[in-house]
């Protein structure tokens, strides 16, 4: 391949964002990339609202693109087309399949979770100067907003789903457990910010399934005893922000000791603690020289130094692969990145075929 340039569009959740990247054999970079984020109209709800992020999407989506190819023309257009808002995803869709009808060029669709595990290729940032050197077999931990799931990958795009969660994401129970303590969403990262300076063991949360011989996950319950246990221990909100407290849950007193910070690093504590009992697990079981840790939630530092730790006292030679800071949450770039392989393969879809697909999941 000679120096190819590939225009990727992502607008699954609540990110429009579109890259181009240039790709030359294995060693790529990228030529520009922008994100438009939707936090400030879905933090007026407390979540992501399906039609309001496509109306955004639609928005937003032809300006970036306009922006990134600043009159170039791309080889290649890879979309997201699953998983996700059905919505949100068809903004995506149906614009890259009437740019590729109209400039003629192959169209590649893109799994999202395929894009989040490529993302910790874009980790030489400064450089931008990237090469496709994962090393194989991969376990990978895709966590977000979403998604909660472990992949054993034996190649770029063979992947076995080994692990899942039941009910809600690790995202989402970050997410719902802030939003009950008042804080905007998207909650993940301001509980990680108060967990910094407090106890992880203040408070002793469930750990659901993590004794369970398996290696599938589950949240709900504990978002449920972080509900319970706020109620019973009158433990207030009102230094967080009293206009979002909702009425009835907290008291008005202090009894306990505990703080928001301990409350905080406890519950990060627990769900960290499942998710990485659950990895190391797929890697006695699985035996990888990778582990790649992905999506929204791999900014936890405490996630990243604690799998990072843990993964040293296993004594192999696994080695672990996060993305840049930057390239965690959605963007395009990685979805640029995981096209490549398919192009490699000449796996293209024709853009009558090209469907959204909200529930696509790989390795099934
Ligand atoms: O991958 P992503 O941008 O979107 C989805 O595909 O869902 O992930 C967003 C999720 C949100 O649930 C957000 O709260 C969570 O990632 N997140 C975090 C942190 N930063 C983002 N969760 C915990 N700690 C963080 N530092
Ligand atoms: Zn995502």
Redesign the pocket.
Known sequence: MIYKKILAIES????TAASLIEVHDNTFKILAEKTASQIDIHKIYGGVIPEVAARAHAEKIIPLIEEVLANEKPDYIAVTSGP?LLTALLVGVETARSMSYLLDVPLIRVN?LEG?ICSVLLDQKEKNEYTMNLEFPAICLIV????TELLFMKNYGEYERIGKTADD????C??KT?KILGLEY????K??KFAKTGNPNAINFPRPMIKENNLNFSFSGLKTAALYWLRDHNLSAMQINPMTMPAGIFGQSQSDDVTIEDFCASF?QAITDVLIAKTLRACKEYKPKTVILG???S???A?RSRLHDELQKLNTDISLRVPDISY???NASMIAVAAIHHIQKQDFTPWQNLAADPNWHIGE
């Open positions: 699954s959740c609540d990110d996700g999202h989040h977000s907003g979403g998604h994401a690790a995202g989402e970050f997410d802030a998207p909650g993940g990262p509980i990680s990060e999506g929204g939630v900014a936890n530092p996630l965690g949450m959605d």
